[in-house]
């Protein structure tokens, strides 16, 4: 029998490429190249022999450790970094006895798995940079093709007054280019080095820890921090902050389209593709379930986040538990991030859009949604609160009629005399109550330009 695994799921909420970054053997071989680093640094600046280097550097691949039996010896441990170093040892010292005492020189195990981590997540924000920037020129391309195509805005739920399908696009896009500017604002206070040994002093490298830590952190491609970070954790929470932001922004995406998705709405709608969204036993179904994943990631991603907040007071030098709670923690929310990115492009990219259903929704309360129109343009003649006044009066007619809008303001003498036919057309005419909607879309497609150039 095959061992249990945990990876049903993952297709449909992970990114298969985040998930190789935090796999078992991504973990290792981030430990690794930490190690490998120091060595080449401490023999760059004459700490450790240069001799010993070689043998040190072949052992630090991770296909030739068994992550079965480290994280059995991790049980006892307490960490995965004292088992490997072991481990690393034991295998450099098979090919030279002396380059075994050079392994893991003055580090200490937190220095190992801290900086390991942040090499993950260099090429997690990579993955998430990439994704982000294909989002945004989706989300771009529709927004500018549905620039005026009109919908009903909904407010409490409730018809509300004509939007565009453009200018609801584009504001998704507007918190996309946001999320792509803190993302690379973040880069700086991310990517850093850990290394401070056992206490965070580096005492045990005596004069050459400035040294080392600089030659260190330019072999990783690493800022170099003011000081080490053991026990204070805002830059990965931070991290995960972000990561939460970019799960309730996806979580409105996938809310808005499976609320538009509803048979009795049937606006828009994921592409479709044979086998998606079927039923157990409903053949007619079309079930968002591109949607579900953007929702379902929303909710699970401020858990995540209020774990790595909990985490934050670390005791003294080193903590004890707060920080084991962050191991797995940060790593989840980078592979469903991803996963509710590849899902948010699927839907974006392929949108169907039913304009005429849209245009019917409109009509659904025969003119009333545009009742504000004819109030504002009656308010110029007769004042606001009077306008109001009469206006609503026409409406509950309507409703209580059965009757169209535009009927019941016709035959109000009231209203008549100050508009004429021609102008009431136009004022329930909803592609002419549109407001500003084409400008928001203008000036979103415009900031992401800006943003993309940025970023060259």
């Given at each position: 029998?095959?061992?249990?695994?945990?990876q049903?799921?993952d297709?449909?909420?992970?990114r298969?490429?985040m998930?190789a970054i935090?796999c078992?053997?991504g973990r290792?071989?981030?430990m690794l190249d930490?190690?490998a680093?120091?060595a080449?640094?401490e023999?760059?600046?004459?700490?450790?022999?240069?001799?010993?280097?070689?043998?040190i550097?072949a052992?630090?691949?991770a296909d030739?450790?068994?992550?079965?039996?480290l994280a059995h010896?991790i049980?006892?441990?307490?960490?995965?970094?004292?088992p490997?170093?072991?481990?690393?040892?034991k295998?450099?010292?098979a090919q030279?006895p002396?380059?075994e005492?050079?392994?893991?020189?003055g580090?200490?195990?937190q220095?190992?798995?801290d900086?390991?981590?942040v090499?993950q997540?260099?090429a997690?924000?990579?993955?998430?940079?990439n994704?982000l920037?294909?989002?945004a020129?989706a989300l771009?391309t529709?927004?500018?093709?549905?620039t005026?195509?009109?919908?009903?805005g909904?407010?409490w739920l409730?018809q509300?007054?004509?939007?565009t399908?453009?200018?609801?696009?584009?504001?998704?896009?507007?918190?996309?280019s946001r999320?792509?500017q803190?993302?690379?604002?973040?880069?700086?206070r991310?990517?850093v080095l850990?290394?401070?040994?056992?206490s965070g002093?580096?005492?045990?490298?005596?004069e050459q820890?400035?040294p080392?830590?600089e030659?260190?952190?330019?072999?990783?491609?690493?800022?170099?921090?003011e000081?080490?970070?053991h026990?204070?954790r805002?830059?990965?929470?931070?991290?995960?902050s972000?990561?939460?932001?970019?799960?309730?922004s996806?979580?409105?995406?996938g809310?808005d389209?499976?609320l538009?998705?509803q048979t009795e709405?049937?606006e828009?709608?994921?592409?479709?593709?044979p086998g998606?969204?079927?039923s157990?036993?409903?053949?007619?179904?079309?079930?968002?379930?591109?949607?579900?994943?953007?929702?379902?990631?929303a909710?699970?991603?401020p858990?995540?986040?209020?774990t790595?907040l909990a985490?934050?007071p670390?005791?003294?030098?080193?903590?004890?538990?707060?920080?084991h709670?962050?191991?797995?923690?940060?790593?989840?929310?980078?592979?469903?991030i991803?996963g509710?990115?590849?899902?948010?492009?699927?839907?974006?990219?392929?949108?169907?859009?039913d304009a005429?259903?849209?245009?019917?929704?409109i009509?659904?309360?025969?003119?009333?949604?545009?009742a504000?129109?004819v109030?504002?343009s009656?308010?110029?003649?007769?004042g606001?609160?009077?306008a109001?006044?009469?206006?609503?009066?026409?409406?509950?007619e309507?409703?209580e009629?059965?009757?169209?809008?535009?009927?019941?303001?016709s035959?109000?003498?009231?209203?008549?005399a100050?508009?004429c036919?021609?102008?009431?057309?136009?004022?329930?005419?909803?592609?002419?109550?549109?407001?500003?909607a084409r400008r928001?879309?203008?000036?979103?497609v415009?900031?992401?330009?800006?943003?993309?150039?940025?970023e060259?």
């Amino acid at each position: 029998m095959s061992s249990p695994s945990n990876q049903l799921f993952d297709l449909y909420f992970t990114r298969p490429a985040m998930r190789a970054i935090f796999c078992d053997s991504g973990r290792l071989q981030g430990m690794l190249d930490f190690e490998a680093a120091l060595a080449r640094a401490e023999a760059s600046t004459g700490l450790i022999p240069a001799e010993v280097l070689s043998p040190i550097v072949a052992a630090c691949n991770a296909d030739l450790y068994d992550p079965a039996e480290l994280a059995h010896a991790i049980v006892n441990a307490g960490n995965s970094a004292i088992p490997l170093v072991k481990a690393l040892g034991k295998r450099v010292a098979a090919q030279s006895p002396d380059a075994e005492r050079y392994v893991h020189y003055g580090a200490t195990s937190q220095d190992v798995m801290d900086s390991g981590l942040v090499l993950q997540l260099r090429a997690a924000v990579e993955v998430l940079e990439n994704d982000l920037v294909d989002l945004a020129n989706a989300l771009a391309t529709q927004a500018e093709r549905h620039t005026d195509t009109p919908m009903i805005g909904r407010t409490w739920l409730q018809q509300a007054t004509p939007v565009t399908l453009g200018m609801k696009l584009a504001g998704m896009l507007g918190v996309v280019s946001r999320h792509r500017q803190r993302l690379e604002q973040l880069k700086p206070r991310l990517l850093v080095l850990q290394f401070g040994g056992a206490s965070g002093t580096l005492a045990a490298l005596g004069e050459q820890a400035w040294p080392v830590s600089e030659a260190l952190a330019r072999e990783l491609g690493l800022n170099l921090p003011e000081q080490p970070w053991h026990t204070h954790r805002d830059r990965l929470v931070e991290f995960a902050s972000l990561l939460g932001l970019i799960a309730g922004s996806l979580g409105k995406l996938g809310r808005d389209l499976s609320l538009m998705m509803q048979t009795e709405v049937g606006e828009v709608f994921e592409p479709s593709a044979p086998g998606k969204g079927g039923s157990s036993t409903m053949p007619h179904k079309r079930n968002p379930v591109s949607a579900a994943v953007l929702i379902g990631v929303a909710v699970r991603a401020p858990g995540l986040v209020s774990t790595m907040l909990a985490a934050m007071p670390q005791e003294h030098e080193r903590s004890l538990g707060l920080w084991h709670a962050e191991w797995e923690t940060l790593p989840e929310l980078c592979c469903m991030i991803s996963g509710a990115l590849q899902q948010a492009l699927l839907v974006v990219s392929g949108l169907e859009v039913d304009a005429e259903r849209m245009r019917s929704n409109i009509e659904l309360t025969q003119g009333l949604v545009l009742a504000e129109a004819v109030s504002i343009s009656l308010a110029q003649r007769i004042g606001r609160d009077a306008a109001h006044h009469l206006i609503e009066q026409c409406c509950r007619e309507a409703v209580e009629e059965g009757t169209h809008l535009r009927a019941v303001l016709s035959a109000n003498t009231e209203v008549s005399a100050q508009l004429c036919a021609t102008e009431l057309d136009r004022l329930l005419d909803p592609a002419q109550y549109l407001g500003q909607a084409r400008r928001w879309v203008q000036c979103a497609v415009a900031e992401h330009s800006n943003v993309s150039r940025e970023e060259l």
